[in-house]
């Protein structure tokens, strides 16, 4: 019988185990980088014509991530059963060419007194106008003394217009502007008597539908001079180049049944085919935006990969690729304005944008948005990791996803591995990716969500402006 030598068997299991478990941890980080090469490869490759949101590139790579979300095993949350694709109506971009206004003799000077509004549709008309105050052209008794076929129709959007006396919203707008349209109106100038109501609401949203008719707006000061004329003739034409495309957000999910729900956010579109913002070769190139934002997709993608596998995670966790980013965050202001977006039911937004440069910036990464919670400070002071360290930002400035989930006063963590030459030129490729660093992140990235479970609460703090200025200072400098 041979003896034993117990101590050396369990050193040498211990070696092989080691061995084993090292070996294992290596191999699934070679899968893990081979599985992220490939995704950032194919999302930057020049066949994606850089990615630009509502072109051809930017739906293949919608529909190559969907492809992967669906291997992954993550449920659907698109628009329809089945579909991980979500779609907005972008109005961009939106060029206000020219506007006359006039009424009876005086003439009003355009984006001066008066300006189109998002709803205007182009047109030029000259008809009798009336001015119906606050009123609601329509249905009731009271309101069909407003005639306003074939009309020019003067109305104010004050908040006394509604009903409950609060805030005019655009969908109020939206509905004296369409009942108008309804009743034969051929053109509508809003003015707005009350402080309290701002007009912008009028302005800039990319998602607003335009109507049949020019909507223009006049500004108070303006207003006064015809404030007092019930009657007369008034001639109203705008003129606009208004490109709408329907850009989509991919999204997927895993139901852990729980009433919190986490959002892993990265987006996946780019600039597509323009100038270079540096250099002098100003001929169009494709704009590949491996680092902005191949990387952070394919970051998104192996997390849902890991949180799918992942033993007992309490939270249920949406990974979104949203689109539109470059445009003016169109795509995370579109899932933003769900019902079901607040911060009852999500704990916090996590975002990658610009996370395949470890190393550019010395060994950190930045994790922006700190003050957005009073707990992250300390919460990312006891996560740390061996080959980086964590540059904590108060602020979380509105240069990236995470701005719609603050204003929905939801807590925001964004990691990046920071700005470099190559931003937003033709030279941010794939062959300039550290995916080690990207492992490395992923691992971070793992710890720091599954250890967020552990936090009692993670309540919302407003971030200050001041904070917001020097963030900005800080990652642009
Ligand atoms: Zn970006």
């Not at 993608?301 to 992942?310: F, G, H, I, S, T």
């Not at 740390?384 to 603050?406: C, T």
């Not at 990207?438 to 710890?447: A, G, H, S, T, W």
Request: proline share 4%; with cysteine.
């Amino acid at each position: 019988m041979i003896k034993i030598n117990l101590p050396l068997l369990v050193f040498t299991f211990g070696l092989l185990f080691c061995g084993n478990a090292n070996a294992q941890q290596s191999i699934y980080d070679s899968a893990s980088e081979a599985r992220m090469y490939r995704d950032v490869f194919i999302l930057a490759s020049d066949s994606f014509k850089g990615r630009e949101a509502g072109t051809i590139g930017e739906q293949m790579a919608a529909d190559y991530i969907a492809k992967q979300m669906l291997q992954i095993g993550l449920l659907p949350k698109g628009d329809s059963t089945g579909s991980y694709l979500s779609r907005f109506r972008m109005n961009y971009p939106v060029i206000y060419k020219d506007a006359k206004l006039r009424i009876e003799n005086i003439v009003f000077k355009h984006k001066e007194e008066f300006g189109a509004t998002d709803l205007s549709s182009q047109g030029n008309v000259t008809a009798p106008f009336i001015n119906i105050g606050k009123g609601i052209p329509g249905s009731t008794q009271k309101e069909k003394a407003y005639d306003v076929a074939g009309k020019i129709v003067i109305i104010d959007i004050a908040s006394g217009s509604r009903k409950d006396g609060n805030e005019v919203l655009p969908e109020d707008i939206i509905y004296l502007v369409k009942s108008v349209v309804k009743q034969g109106g051929v053109g509508v100038i809003l003015h707005n008597s009350s402080r309290k109501t701002t007009e912008d609401v009028l302005f800039g949203s990319p998602f607003t539908e335009s109507l049949t008719v020019p909507v223009v707006y006049l500004a108070r000061l303006p207003y006064n001079k015809i404030s007092k004329i019930s009657t007369g003739t008034c001639t109203l034409s705008v003129e606009i180049d208004r490109t709408v495309s329907k850009p989509a957000n991919v999204i997927g999910w895993i139901d852990n049944k729980s009433a919190k729900t986490v959002v892993i956010g990265a987006h996946y579109d780019h600039v597509g085919i323009t100038k270079s913002r540096t250099g002098g070769d100003k001929t169009l190139q494709i704009h590949n935006g491996a680092d902005d934002n191949a990387s952070g997709t394919a970051a998104l993608l192996e997390l849902a990969r890991w949180a799918k596998d992942a033993k007992s995670l309490k939270y249920n966790y949406i990974f979104a690729a949203f689109s539109a980013e470059e445009k003016g965050l169109f795509g995370s202001k579109a899932f933003c304005t769900r019902s079901w977006v607040n911060n009852d039911t999500i704990l916090y937004m996590l975002n990658m944008d610009m996370v395949g440069r470890l190393g550019c910036q010395g060994d950190t990464i930045s994790a922006i948005g700190v003050a957005s919670s009073h707990v992250w400070d300390q919460f990312l002071d006891s996560i740390q990791h061996p080959d980086f360290s964590i540059r904590k930002i108060n602020g979380a400035p509105a240069f990236s996803d995470h701005a719609p989930f603050l204003k929905k006063e939801i807590p925001v963590m964004y990691f990046t591995t920071g700005l470099h030459p190559d931003y937003h030129t033709p030279n941010d490729d794939t062959e300039f990716i550290n995916f080690k660093g990207m492992v490395e992140l992923q691992r971070y990235m793992q710890n720091f969500i599954r250890s967020a479970e552990s936090l009692p609460a993670i309540p919302f703090q407003k971030i200050h402006s001041l904070q917001n200025t020097k963030a900005y200072i800080q990652t642009f400098k």
